[in-house]
């Protein structure tokens, strides 16, 4: 009943957005502010009916409701009841809810703050809105419906695939989709505006909260999923230029140059048909995204739910979609014209610069991952596109990107000083010369990857701290008076500044772990310790615990790694175990000291007969320790794994750090509720500088 | 499903570990080598994993063939030459530079040239353009206002 329910909601939820597809914006084109005003009722009475859905789904999910087929496909009654509860999006049809669901919450939430935009933009924006629901909302009812029941529900369900079963899943996917759909706004904002025709220092001041929210819900995402893969695999790689790690990361790249172009757009009132092209491709990208996880039609390792019938459904919302945005783009675009101009040494041009790079960038690694499909589409042959090939090309980008930075932060608007910047950053130069010649000569990398990446991070991050130096007036002015003027700066330039710290930092653990890594692979019997890279390693015993045993181990602190364990710590698995364990328990010790006791697990699942493994991780600001336990070997000694990852986690905190520089940004006040209405009418409101 | 089992069952079969201790060579130099020729070719029977990372057992036939190559005294190229005579191209994980394939591999820098010409063109266009444009009749009653003020 309650699963009828929910079908029901999702299919007048459908009936809804298509009546706020057509209605508001017929009510704009004509003026007739009744028909406007259907828009923001229409976008709260989606999200209210698709979280009713939502609920019923997650509800049979709960209770175990196995006469649901997508219930009986991916859940089982044993499942540990987070499982139960993530396993609504560890699926293709589910995670499609969660994805209209999340569009929804932003319908409702720019209809919420719609009051302070123009009537006809705001119905605009949500009839937008509202015909991406209906696409998504019509795949899902006729191709990928979570609620078709089974005529025989059977006694129990195959279980959710043991990799998702992980508290990785609580976070990874919301986070993306969050990002991912996010996006959704500044390409229902984009076309809006070429409906209209006009694009003002306004417009951008109202696209742009909503790419930076998006933006860093997507660094978010991302760096959590590079997380799981990086304890959960077994291995610790954190990044594998996978087809579906790329369907993220090129959305990711696009945003961050929106974000960039979008503050031309605003305070200079320049770029602006770029600007609306770069929002009309951060959501096609989402899209196309969508397209290669939800058809399969890339192998990767991620493909746990992959149907080719599908994918033309999706591959048709992506004509239209895209083809559509594009062509209005290109019928209207022209009408934009830029009003402000720029010397070519200026801040502009350093954002423009930014631009180039970001954008190329994410086509380069766009063409990287279809290349497999168009070379067998062209000439027949079967070649593969993989880690080697992304390291080598997409990495001279971020060099650039990185290189470019604190000089572009320096210039100021409309003309600036090259020498002058230049002179400010000599120190920060010479410093950062100084430790990649140091790494250089100390010869310690394996390749010019430290000097260069290390090197790198101190450019950015000085080039950060000098830029604050400079807006500060350090040592001209008195401290107090530098002081007071750090304290005034406006939250966005606080937000850069952080955001750019964090690329740093992640440039920095990046440089590091690549090379710097060691490695370790041999046989151990209980009571043998191994020498890896300065620690030593005893394995203390190995023991086999049934189905059933508690989730918590005594002695074994957290079964989750530590690093980000407080907020896994939040979701911690309790209760029976749902599979097999052989549980080997370590000590590490540091010159004779025991520094902690690690427990490596091997995990069998009988439900979906599928092994995993749970490595150990020691994980600390400048390495983490890394532990998987291996087979049995007929010797009575276990395979065991081992590395020292060194500052490993400046990785994921970078990207954490930039995520908060976004959200400093997001509380300036001139994104505030109110903010455009208070700074009058909405051309030449440029925000003083 | 059937094959969804088989493939279970497979994976119990197989080691939980990539590189097992059994496999390693004895010169540490050599198994360096191995090592990187490892993460440079594609377990084909995975989904985007090299037979360096991937547990299945043609990965690790592919490993022991490799370093059994080495020991043979091949060069590293030769090695992969080896390899991709008996399983083709979709073996290499870094495409090869040739053919089809330039298109990809001149594509970076293409379109970095591209975007960085019209980034250019475009900057001197807007940057000679005439300085902004004339006051409106509503502004310059404006400015005439706060002169006459003033």
Known sequence: MIVELGHFALILALLVAVVQAVVPLAGAARGWAEWM??????????????????????????????????????????????????????????????WVLILALFGAMIAWRGRNLPAALAARVLAVQA????????????????????????VDGQDLNPLLQDPGLAFHPPFLYLGYVGLSTAFSFAVAALIEGRVDPAWARWVRPWTLAAWMFLTVGIALGSYWAYYELGWGGWWFWDPVENASFMPWLIAAALLHSAIVAEKRDSLKSWTVLLAILAFSFSLIGTFIVRSGIITSVHAFASDPARGVFILAILAVAIGGALGLYAWRAPLLAARGVFAPVSRESALVINNVLLTVSALVVFIGTIWPLLAEFLTGAKVSVGPPFFELTFTPFIVLVALVLPVGTLLAWKRGNLARALGRLAPVAALALAVAGLLWSLGTGRSLIAPLGIGLSVWVLGGVLAELAERARLMRAGPAESLRRLWNLPRADWGKSVAHAGLALSIFGIAAISAWETEDIRVMRPGETAEIGGWSLTLDSVERLPVGADFDIPGCATSSPTGFGFLLALFRETGPRNFITDLGRFTLRRNGEPVAGLCAEKRLYPVQRMPTTEAAIDSGWTRDIYVVLGDPQQDGGWAVRSYVKPFAVWIWLGALVMAAGGLISLTDRRYRVGAARRAGAPAGAVAAE | MMRAAVLAFALLAGPALAVQPDEMLGDPALEARARAISRELRCLVCRNESIDDSSADLARDLRLLVRERLLQGDSDREVIDYIVARYGDFVLLRPRMGGANLVLWLAAPALLLAGGAVAVLWLRRQGSRAPATPLSAEERARLERILKDG
Do not use: C
């Open chain 1, 37 to 98: 005003r259907v828009a923001p009722v229409a976008a709260a009475a989606q999200l209210v009916l698709l979280a009713l859905a939502f609920g019923a789904l997650t509800h049979a999910f709960v209770v175990s409701d196995f006469s649901v087929r997508l219930v009986a496909a991916n859940s089982h009654s044993a499942k540990p009841m987070l499982y139960k509860v993530t396993g609504v999006w560890g699926n293709h049809e589910g995670s499609l809810l969660l």
């Open chain 1, 131 to 154: 015909m991406i629901g209906v696409a998504f909302m019509a795949f899902m009812v006729f191709t990928s419906n979570p609620f078709e029941r089974l005529a025989v529900p059977p």
